[in-house]
């Protein structure tokens, strides 16, 4: 199977469909696929989830999909920069996973690393005794508590290339 496609249009021909989950790869806005996000945006998929540390800023990342509606559920350890994220969150017009909207970084990088694995879950220590652990399974170990988290999986991953890299 070849993986290299002469656009980011290209490459998510006969992939993308609405409803799916999307893994979106960088940190903040560095190193994001931006063309593939661009791309996503131009197909008019509707009703995803998308899976990042971040849900971008107005006009660039996936503030692009979030100003075109197509975000139905944002799943991220950060949405601080982007005003249209906050607007749309406010008026109830999204979705929010809650218990992930205050995830750690770690945590969240470790939910998609355990799904990838087949690991449906895992204990973690992060967010004892806080927001993050109300409602969730906790069990002791030895001397430590510990936190039940779900892991997560996505059916299309989008992440930055560098050409011939």
Do not use: W
């Not at 139905?72 to 994220?85: L, P, T």
């Not at 004892?128 to 059916?155: C, M, P």
């Amino acid at each position: 199977m070849n993986k290299v496609y002469p656009s980011a249009k290209a490459a998510l021909e006969d992939i993308v469909k609405d409803g799916q989950t999307f893994a979106v790869g960088g940190f903040g806005l560095c190193g994001i696929p931006e063309a593939l996000i661009a791309a996503l945006r131009d197909t008019g998929v509707k009703g995803i989830t998308c899976i990042s540390n971040n849900a971008g800023v107005d006009g660039f990342g996936l503030g692009l999909l979030l100003e075109t509606r197509q975000i139905k559920k944002m799943i991220s350890s950060y949405v601080g920069e982007n005003k249209e994220f906050e607007r749309q969150y406010l008026a109830g017009e999204l979705e929010l996973e809650l218990e992930l909207e205050f995830t750690p970084q770690g945590t969240l990088a470790e939910k998609l690393r355990a799904g990838g694995a087949g690991i449906p879950a895992f204990f973690t220590n992060m967010g004892f005794g806080t927001v993050i652990a109300e409602g969730k399974e906790t069990r002791q170990f030895g001397e430590n508590h510990y936190v039940l988290e779900h892991s997560l999986t996505a059916d299309v991953g989008v992440v930055k290339s560098l050409e011939g890299g």
